[in-house]
């Protein structure tokens, strides 16, 4: 296997990713480059870890242990699959003079938006399965895929990668996503706990607060 440092410097791009990052480098600024690495940590390895833990404690101290297992073991697995690939395709960065960040490891699929797709997203699925709030308020769960588009964006602002790098890890992250969500939450018998309540029973015919009166004949006495 060739090192990282004797791959990062070949020349072999694909055609569009070289014109979108030499119009990414020719469009920075100082505000937009601030802007770009303040967003692009939401998607460093620390940052999610500490994430998934957090929302993971917080699901099993809740007793909704399928969650908790869904966001801590699914992201753990997510990101070896993901490590996983670097490894087996092994894709040179865009060259330094265009890189904004120091990196040692490969290109494809990003990290940065194939982590941030499957933590915040398996995150803002336990809140749907969880909270009745967050099911009344579907909206909340849009900020999920806007953290990663905007993750994996600052990744091609940045020269971190290529634009089909990112575009591999959101394809990736989301394909992962739905197929461990699926056999964790959407196996569970029970369903959401918003749907464990008791199945209303079929009443019958509506009976009036009055007393009825007796059948017969009226007493005339």
């Not at 119009?23 to 940052?47: C, E, P, Q, S, Y």
């Not at 099993?60 to 242990?65: L, P, T």
């Not at 994996?152 to 890890?169: E, I, N, P």
Request: aromatic share 10%.
């Amino acid at each position: 296997m060739s090192s990282v440092a004797e791959v990062v410097e070949t020349d072999e791009v694909f055609g569009p990713d070289q014109a979108v990052l030499d119009w990414m480098v020719d469009h920075r600024t100082d505000f937009w480059n601030w802007v770009m690495k303040a967003i692009t940590t939401l998607g460093n390895t620390g940052v999610l870890t500490a994430i998934a833990v957090v929302a993971a404690v917080i699901l099993a101290g809740n007793r909704q242990w399928r969650p908790a297992l869904l966001v801590s073991i699914g992201s753990l697995v997510g990101s070896i699959i993901m490590f996983g690939l670097k490894q087996l395709i092994e894709r040179p960065r865009p060259p330094i003079p265009e890189r904004m960040v120091e990196l040692s490891s490969y290109s494809f699929p990003s990290g940065h938006a194939m982590s941030s797709t499957v933590v915040y997203g398996l995150i803002a699925v336990s809140a749907y399965w969880c909270s009745a709030w967050v099911r009344a308020h579907r909206w909340v769960l849009i900020t999920a895929p806007l953290l990663a588009l905007a993750i994996g964006f600052s990744r091609v602002y940045l020269g971190a990668h290529w634009m089909t790098d990112v575009l591999a890890g959101w394809a990736f992250g989301a394909i992962y996503l739905a197929v461990v969500a699926f056999l964790v939450l959407r196996t569970d018998p029970a369903g959401p706990p918003g749907s464990r309540g008791g199945q209303p029973t079929s009443a019958g015919p509506p009976r009036s607060s009055r007393t009825d009166p007796p059948r017969g004949r009226p007493d005339r006495s």
